[in-house]
């Protein structure tokens, strides 16, 4: 049974940072896309940012771009997302998802496991 498991987030003031962690097992995703996502109250779930199973290529959100940093360690068979310069708006919970393949997407029904999901809260 695949499982990702979400830990990091917490309560921060605006401008402080986060690094969120998703630990997977029951299956390797070592060569497996990785992304994340978040869905704040009354909101759709959207997407944060992706890395391609061999780590070369990593994607983001306009309203994150510069801020998050995805990365991967395929040893740990873990990803983690790092979170600089957090506002307010940041605040949703956030969720690991994987797929099959090396491709990464920001559509998040191209991805087949999903974490519980982990609050992160901004306050200003």
């Known amino acids: 049974q695949v499982q990702l498991v979400e830990s990091g987030g917490g309560l921060v003031q605006a401008g402080g940072s986060l690094r969120l962690s998703c630990a997977a097992s029951g299956r390797t995703f070592s060569r497996d896309a990785m992304g994340w996502f978040r869905q704040a109250p009354g909101k759709e779930r959207e997407f944060v940012a992706a890395?391609?199973?061999?780590?070369?290529?990593?994607y983001y959100a306009n309203s994150v771009k510069g801020r998050f940093t995805i990365s991967r360690d395929n040893a740990k068979n873990a990803v983690f997302l790092q979170m600089n310069s957090l506002k307010p708006e940041d605040t949703a919970v956030y969720s690991c998802?994987?797929?099959?393949?090396?491709?990464?997407?920001?559509?998040?029904?191209?991805?087949?496991?999903w974490g519980q999901g982990t609050q992160v809260t901004v306050s200003s």
């Open positions: 998802a994987g797929r099959y393949g090396n491709a990464a997407y920001s559509q998040s029904w191209k991805y087949g496991f």
């Open positions: 890395i391609t199973g061999s780590g070369g290529d990593t």
